[in-house]
């Protein structure tokens, strides 16, 4: 375990370009065999704006980089953060720990708040106002969202006392799993509920997709379902009956292009519907 810690610590740029570039092609050759639904579109065409918003994401990642890697030389050195007021504890369980923390501060609780509050969620709208989710649909953020949520990020590590190798290896199995739970992959329900106990499930995050609230406000969890089970924001929708979009922004030409989707956070707000389930 020292060992993966120290190459986290260190990992070169290129090693996460890997990752990256490997995920996305392993789960985009994966859901052309195995797909949940059979979208009628031009797979590469509906690609291009997600892959911009991919770059962007990167883009943002990288230029503020250091910010990271401060505050995690800062905290190490000085004793700040829940993992280092904890007693001494085996390796294994100090890193598991501190993944889940920085799952719960750097994934689930901006992915909340960003639904909670109305500007925020007008940002995060992007991510939502894909009507075919598939791989590439995992990094389509619109930049400031990007910002959002490496700031809270920052935070969490400041609040964790994370070490650097924490944070990259959370960083780089946090990219997989969001590759994998929007992946249009159809793994045997038995399966995927299986999974949903410990991990964010395909069918799990694709309820969380779902056009309509109650289904959009739930599932916020990104690698571990445990915070959305613990905090009360687990749902459950049949695969099959899973609309993909927000259901006040309905255009699907214009949330396929790159600039109305650039400009979308400053569009008028409009309240989400919230629908019985029996009309979902």
Request: aromatic share 14%; proline share 6%.
């Amino acid at each position: 375990m020292d060992s993966i810690l120290n190459y986290f610590e260190t990992i070169p740029s290129l090693h996460r370009s890997l990752i990256l570039v490997g995920g996305l092609t392993f789960f985009w050759l994966l859901e052309g065999a195995f797909p949940l639904f059979k979208f009628n579109y031009k797979k590469w065409k509906h690609a291009g704006p997600n892959l911009f918003f991919t770059l962007t994401t990167i883009v943002v990642n990288f230029a503020l980089a250091f910010l990271l890697l401060n505050a995690a030389d800062f905290v190490m050195a000085n004793n700040i953060g829940i993992l280092n007021w904890l007693p001494e504890l085996p390796l294994v369980l100090y890193i598991v720990i501190g993944v889940l923390l920085m799952d719960f501060f750097g994934a689930y609780l901006p992915h909340f708040v960003e639904h909670k509050v109305q500007p925020l969620w007008m940002i995060h709208l992007v991510h939502h106002t894909d009507h075919n989710v598939d791989t590439t649909t995992a990094n389509r953020h619109h930049p400031l969202e990007s910002v959002i949520r490496y700031s809270f990020t920052l935070i969490g590590v400041f609040l964790i006392g994370a070490p650097m190798g924490i944070v990259m290896l959370y960083q780089s199995m946090s990219l997989i799993a969001t590759q994998f739970s929007h992946a249009n992959i159809k793994l045997p329900r038995k399966v995927d509920k299986a999974l949903s106990y410990i991990l964010v499930s395909p069918d799990m995050h694709k309820v969380h997709h779902h056009y309509v609230l109650p289904y959009t406000d739930s599932n916020y969890g990104n690698i571990f379902s445990v915070w959305d089970r613990l905090l009360g924001t687990y749902m459950e929708l049949d695969r099959d009956k899973i609309i993909y979009g927000v259901d006040v922004f309905p255009d699907e030409v214009e949330n396929s292009k790159i600039i109305p989707l650039l400009k979308q956070p400053f569009q008028k707000y409009q309240k989400p519907t919230i629908r019985p389930e029996t009309e979902a």
